[in-house]
């Protein structure tokens, strides 16, 4: 399946993270539309598996329990799953109702988390339903850990080990900026897009890309993580796009081939 495409639905473009609990339905629904499109057009030869971020459902409840307890505690993992579960099903939702054949996959059902922020998953049954045409919809999510307590797995960490399990030779993250800059845009209006770049190359070089989150609640690092991720689980031969997913058609234009404003980082 080396013609496998992941796409990461950054929780930066599904929900509004600077409200809570807030979903972005029309802009999900563009994404429906335009995937929905792309599989018709690609007449049965597109192998996609989706991931999507914890925007303003994951990311609050992850942090207030961090900064009240210190661990993701039981009662925490619990109540972060159940809301997951919700923005989970709102995606998929719209997926299914917009024609596309998605289905839920939770990532704590097959994923274990690791202590150093990387994740160990059963992805079998994943591969098969992309092989039989299905689109499975994995999330940014809480997991227990290897010999006890939890963690968050985060969907950046996903898309690699997909990437990875699938063969995919493209990776496309939708976000909320136009792709990788010299410094987070939403903090510093002089920072330039960075057009294309070798992931090794960039995240050497770059003492700029921040962590940052435009100073709205990001558990897993933001930017960075996104390629510091795919680095430490050293994928090779993959081509990934960092694009807008605000923007209308930036996804089918992207998945179509056509010239896109992002960044390309070379893996
Ligand atoms: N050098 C940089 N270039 C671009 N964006 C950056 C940079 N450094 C930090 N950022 C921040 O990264 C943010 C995108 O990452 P973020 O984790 O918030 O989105 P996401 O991954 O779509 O969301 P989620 O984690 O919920 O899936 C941008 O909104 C921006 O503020
Ligand atoms: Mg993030």
């Known amino acids: 399946m080396s013609n496998a495409t992941i796409i990461k639905l950054g929780g930066s473009v599904i929900t509004d993270k600077s409200k809570p609990f807030s979903i972005r339905r029309d802009v999900l629904a563009s994404i429906a539309a335009d995937l929905s499109t792309y599989l018709r057009e690609a007449s049965g030869d597109a192998y996609i ?74 992805l079998g049954v994943v591969k098969e339903l992309v092989h039989a045409g299905v689109i499975p919809v994995m999330f940014g999510d809480v997991a227990p850990v290897k010999g006890g307590g939890f963690k968050v797995i985060s969907g950046d960490v996903l898309v690699w080990l997909l990437a990875k399990e699938l063969r995919a030779n493209t990776v496309i993250f939708l976000t909320d900026v136009d792709g990788i800059f010299t410094a987070d845009p939403h903090l510093n209006l002089d920072a330039k897009l960075i057009p294309e770049v070798q992931a090794q190359e960039l995240v050497r070089g770059l003492a700029t890309l921040s962590t940052d989150t435009g100073g709205k609640a990001d558990v897993t690092g933001a930017m960075k993580f996104k390629i510091e991720a795919g680095l430490r689980l050293s994928v090779k031969g993959v081509k990934a796009l960092i694009i807008n997913g605000l923007e209308p058609h930036n996804l089918i234009n992207a998945l179509q081939g056509r010239k896109v404003r992002g960044t390309v980082v070379w893996f």
């Open 49 to 122: 598996a989706l991931v999507h971020g914890g925007g303003s459902f994951g990311h609050p409840l992850v942090r207030e329990c961090l900064e009240r307890e210190g661990v993701i505690s039981r009662e925490c993992f619990t109540r972060v799953a159940h809301y997951m579960t919700i923005l989970n099903t709102e995606v998929v939702r719209t997926l299914v109702l917009g024609g596309v054949p998605a289905v839920s996959t939770p990532t704590r059902a097959v994923c274990v988390a690791l202590k150093d922020d990387l994740a160990d998953c059963d």
